[in-house]
């Protein structure tokens, strides 16, 4: 999943977005953990569905985030030129990492080369969100060459277009698997999960590209998203997915609206609530979101190797391992920021969040 990836900072930081940041990653880790060590008796669908749904939100909520970002730069409008090279190694740095976590150790070792190539080109939610903010700073880059209110149109028509291809090409390129797999293998993994990606770019990306559009909006009023009609459309797919017991696929576009609505309210709610300020230990979680990230999952990895069967743990063994894995992952996010010189100042001595 996150995240997060290139974090919301510019001249002044916006704490709310930590904290959904933040609670994103908790999310995550508990997402994680549950599905990989919760025995599968103890998954009751009477409840394990409503867990499965909440958890549901995380991917697109980092992938709304780490798009946002890039919207704020536009709703800047200081007309600065995009530092291309400099966001373009660290998008690089992030597409490496993503592989790097699934690097196919075990499948080198057995000598199971094509299960290794298939394994190690899979994407996940870093690859998914460097390359799609790939194409957003392009998009970015553009509009800044025509006027101001020009620019404008030409951002908000291509984040459009950019939607609606990743949610058609994600239906026409859902079954392709064509080629040499040693060529084509990577290509297909940005589009479809026929290669076992977890968040190929269709239509994954769309989430990226909506969160630069809410992020470029003008005017940030906590209940600025209730005047948004993809929340109103959102609330009615929920309803009538729960009424009917429906099931939309994240190929539907359906699947889409309804995702998106929750994530939008969510960063409705983040931004009206007061208490971001004096949760440090949620925003540092929502800074060092790459770092959680990557830290949980190898920890996570670690625990399997070193014997803990998955699928094996009761809910009280799951407590503690969800206790361990948070610990550490806290531990390596304290340390990379120690080591960068860059933990959260106290919320008296932070710059206020700008205002539109």
């Not at 076992?196 to 005017?219: E, I, N, Q, T």
Request: with cysteine.
């Amino acid at each position: 999943m996150s995240g997060s990836l290139p974090s919301a900072r510019s001249d002044s930081r916006l704490l709310w977005l930590d904290g959904f940041r933040g609670v994103a990653v908790l999310l995550m880790i508990e997402t994680h953990v549950v599905n990989t060590f919760l025995a599968r008796d103890l998954r009751d669908p009477a409840w394990f569905g409503w867990v499965d749904y909440v958890n549901g939100i995380v991917a697109p909520s980092f992938l709304f985030i780490a798009g946002f970002a890039v919207g704020l730069a536009m709703r800047g409008g200081s007309g600065k030129p995009v530092a291309v090279g400099r966001k373009a190694r660290r998008l690089l740095e992030i597409l490496a990492l993503g592989y790097a976590l699934h690097f196919p150790l075990v499948e080198i070792f057995r000598g199971h080369w094509r299960k290794a190539w298939m394994v190690g080109t899979q994407v996940d939610v870093l690859p998914c969100i460097a390359v799609a903010l790939a194409i957003l700073i392009g998009v970015q880059w553009f509009a800044q060459r025509f006027s101001r209110r020009a620019g404008e149109w030409v951002w908000t028509g291509m984040l459009a277009a950019l939607i609606g291809m990743s949610l058609i090409g994600a239906q026409w390129l859902q079954s392709w698997e064509a080629g040499p797999a040693l060529v084509v293998a990577p290509l297909v993994a940005f589009a479809n999960r026929t290669t076992g990606s977890l968040f190929p770019l269709l239509p994954w990306a769309a989430f990226v590209f909506a969160g630069a559009w809410r992020g470029s909006v003008r005017g940030s009023a906590p209940d600025a998203g209730w005047k948004f009609p993809v929340l109103w459309l959102g609330a009615g797919l929920i309803a009538a997915r729960w009424r009917s017991q429906s099931v939309f696929t994240p190929l539907s576009p359906a699947f889409f609206v309804e995702r998106l609505a929750w994530v939008l309210l969510l960063a409705e709610v983040c931004q009206a609530a007061p208490f971001w300020k004096g949760r440090i230990w949620v925003r540092l979680a929502g800074r060092e979101s790459l770092w959680m990230y990557a830290g949980h999952l190898i920890v996570i990895s670690a625990f399997t190797f070193a014997g803990i069967r998955e699928a094996s743990l009761d809910f009280s063994s799951l407590g503690m391992m969800f206790v361990a894995v948070l610990a550490m992952a806290f531990a390596i996010a304290v340390g990379r920021a120690r080591w960068a010189q860059a933990i959260i100042p106290p919320a008296s001595k932070a710059e206020p969040e700008p205002t539109s």
